[in-house]
């Protein structure tokens, strides 16, 4: 199964790109992960996409397009998904091509707060259901006080959220299979 991920986070040290790399690391035998670039994707503008999409945007639907699965890792700004996120969502929600329509996905998140991105996932999930997707229900992974659960080199160290990425791969595999 051919996953890709995207981390809603565009700085380099950022903890759900971190997450990320864990779960590419982890990835059962059967599953790789590639981690998609969204730094080049621009303000949605539908003026431009009536035009055509821009060369970030049609090189993303490409990588999706190709993908069987899709894993995304949501920061939480100001209580939701940062802007970034919903932006490139957006440019992905838009005709022609039902992108998402039956696409299975896995999220997750990590948060310097409490609530390890509950109230920022559960938005992603409300959009994701717009978008026609099947989401992964659970194991959910909510990386609450992320700055304690990755060295300083930036690995993983959290050996409970290492334990929910690969269950969370293995039922995102279960749900795939069901859903062809
Ligand atoms: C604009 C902004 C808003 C934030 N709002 C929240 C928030 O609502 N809840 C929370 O837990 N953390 C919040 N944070 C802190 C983030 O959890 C923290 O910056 C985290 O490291 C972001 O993810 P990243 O490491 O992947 O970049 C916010 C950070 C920023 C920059």
Redesign the pocket.
Same mark, same amino acid.
């Given at each position: 199964m051919k996953v890709l991920a995207i &981390?809603? /986070?565009l700085?380099k040290? &950022? %903890?759900? *790109?971190l997450a990320l790399r864990a779960a590419q690391k982890l990835a059962p035998a059967g599953i790789s992960i590639s981690i998609a670039d969204i730094s080049q994707i621009p303000l949605y503008d539908e003026d431009v996409r009536s035009g055509g999409d821009p060369a970030a945007v049609s090189a993303l639907k490409a990588q999706i397009h190709a993908a069987d699965a899709v894993l995304i /890792?949501t920061?939480? %700004?100001?209580?939701?998904m940062?802007g970034v996120l919903k932006n490139t969502l957006d440019w992905l929600a838009r005709p022609p091509e039902p992108l998402f329509n039956g696409k299975v996905v896995a999220i997750l998140g /990590?948060? *310097?707060?409490?609530?390890? *991105?509950a109230? /920022?996932q559960y938005h992603l999930r409300q959009v994701l259901q717009g978008m026609s997707a099947f989401t992964v229900n659970r194991p959910e992974i909510f990386i609450r006080e992320?700055a304690g659960k990755f060295s300083a080199t930036g690995e993983l160290t959290d050996e409970a959220t290492a334990k929910l990425i690969v269950e969370q791969l293995d039922a995102l595999q279960k749900l795939k299979a069901r859903v062809g």
């Open positions: &981390s809603g /986070a700085r040290d &950022s %903890y759900n *790109t /890792a920061p939480e %700004y100001s209580f939701s940062p /990590a948060s *310097t707060g409490l609530v390890g *991105t109230r /920022a992320a």
